[in-house]
């Protein structure tokens, strides 16, 4: 009887601290539960935005460095070529400068007469006046005033006149106000030419004269020297004739080089 009361004693304290350290568990448990979801739930609001801004930005710094790589490529492209341009430029700059040479050159082995001193321009229009120019050659390699002026040996440009020691000036057939008799390829027909300035001339002829663009005029006693080449034609319905205009046949530069008939 008595060990029935102590088994029931001891099982009744038994049953007591289990309760006890269920209700003291319990809470902890509940506690852990809820706080370990608010802290997942708390964690998750922080991380994925911070997360999706990190991955944003990745990408838009991939794209950026994307952008920036072709337009680098250009910018180096670019600068290859312009240097490509000024070298081609150089070239083809040094190459006319050499080319004009050899023709001159060529004219100058091509035209050899003891009957003519080749001379260089020193001025030219429009640095001159009234279709003038100046050459490098004058009374002392025997020059004088009258002496015909070719610049090459078919064409003729104008007359020394004026003549100084060294120098000589030329006055072009081309001058406004001189006329000059010519006398026309096609058919022989003497004209007179009208200098205009400005390397052109000018002449009337009735309408139905069998004159077209590219015809030449020469020289009387010398066929062989052009003085002027038609350039245009005009008619007005009113007049019985035409107005012919005419250019020399070359235009002078400073490096240009002519040839006087002495």
């Not at 990190?54 to 460095?65: D, G, R, T, V």
Request: no cysteine; net charge neutral.
């Amino acid at each position: 009887m008595t060990y029935l009361l102590k088994h029931k004693k001891v099982q009744h304290i038994v049953l007591r601290r289990m309760l006890s350290v269920s209700l003291f568990a319990l809470p902890f448990a509940f506690l852990f539960y809820f706080w370990s979801g608010y802290f997942d739930s708390f964690f998750l609001k922080i991380a994925v935005p911070i997360s999706t801004a990190i991955s944003k930005s990745a990408k838009n710094l991939e794209l950026a460095l994307k952008l920036l790589e072709p337009e680098a490529t250009l910018i180096s492209q670019n600068e290859i070529l312009r240097r490509r341009v000024i070298e081609l430029e150089s070239k083809t700059l040094d190459y006319e400068i050499i080319s004009n040479e050899n023709i001159e050159l060529q004219r100058q082995l091509e035209f050899k007469s003891p009957d003519h001193k080749i001379a260089n321009v020193l001025l030219a229009p429009p640095q001159t006046p009234f279709d003038t120019i100046v050459i490098d050659r004058g009374s002392a390699d025997n020059i004088k005033a009258g002496d015909r002026v070719l610049s090459s040996e078919r064409t003729v440009l104008g007359f020394i006149e004026k003549v100084f020691n060294r120098s000589s000036q030329v006055r072009m057939y081309s001058s406004s106000g001189i006329k000059t008799t010519a006398i026309f390829q096609k058919d022989g027909t003497i004209i007179d030419l009208l200098g205009v300035g400005g390397s052109n001339f000018i002449f009337e002829a009735p309408i139905g004269f069998d004159v077209v663009q590219g015809d030449i005029f020469t020289l009387p006693g010398s066929e062989k020297l052009v003085v002027a080449v038609v350039g245009k034609i005009e008619q007005k319905e009113t007049s019985s004739f035409v107005k012919v205009f005419l250019k020399s046949p070359i235009e002078i530069r400073g490096n240009t080089i002519l040839f006087v008939e002495i």
